[in-house]
């Protein structure tokens, strides 16, 4: 079974808009990460935040964790068209073992 | 360095027929990992490896076998393909002590 969890399961925004996804699992887990999958291509790593971490910036992403909550969430800032793609959280205990949500689907309109 | 490549990008098998998916990566990475992704869902883990000669297995095993005899290579056989193993799938690495994974393109199989 999948661990995380991912709402919305699609947003679609303006360009330029704020888009905010969330990330929720179920047990403890030693770092959380956020990937991004362009349509028929493979996942790209994007950021990955520890437990012990509680905000953790990269260029235009801002990642939360909450581990009382089992919760994470992703904003992507002054948004664009290349930023639509699947975005999904992946947690794990080691590098080998990810354990990936069904995804958001983010949707740019021009 | 090319990262992490896979072939074929296609196929189409027949119902019990055996196919192996090959993977290699350039980067020395010693974790190595496969992959499928179904319509709508994220990756579901298939089988690992934490270096040359070690695999296990992860999520959905069955019905696929893996080997790892060097870092570079790690390939995925599908034994007797079905339906149900229709699928896009990827294989991915990471380095020691690093937690982020680098993704192949994928293999979209489809089995008749």
């Known amino acids: 079974s999948q661990q995380g969890e991912e709402d919305p399961q699609a947003l679609s925004i303006q360009e330029g808009e704020n888009a905010t996804m969330n990330c929720s699992y179920k047990?403890?887990?030693?770092?959380l990460q956020w990937y991004r999958q362009n349509s028929g291509r493979g996942l790209v790593h994007l950021i990955l935040?520890?437990?012990?971490?509680r905000e953790k910036h990269s260029g235009r992403l801002r990642v939360t964790l909450d581990t009382s909550k089992k919760s994470s969430s992703l904003l992507i800032t002054a948004s664009r068209a290349a930023d639509t793609a699947s975005y999904f959280c992946a947690t794990g205990q080691g590098a080998q073992k990810l354990v990936f949500g069904q995804g958001t689907r983010l949707t740019i309109n021009p | 360095n090319a990262g992490v490549t896979q072939t074929p990008k296609f196929q189409v098998l027949k119902t019990g027929q055996s196919m192996t998916l090959q993977c290699a990566q350039d980067m020395n990475h010693e974790y190595m990992s496969w992959y499928r992704q179904d319509p709508g869902m994220g990756l579901r883990l298939i089988h690992y490896s934490v270096g040359a000669g070690i695999t296990d297995q992860g999520e959905v095993p069955n019905g696929y076998n893996v080997s790892r005899s060097t870092t570079e290579d790690f390939p995925l056989r599908l034994l007797s393909a079905a339906p149900s193993q229709t699928s896009v799938y990827f294989c991915?690495?990471?380095?020691?002590?690093?937690?982020?994974?680098?993704f192949g393109p994928g293999t979209r199989l489809t089995v008749l």
């Open positions: 047990t403890s887990i030693n770092n």
């Open positions: 935040i520890r437990s012990n971490e």
């Open positions: 991915a690495s990471s380095g020691t002590n690093r937690h982020e994974q680098f």
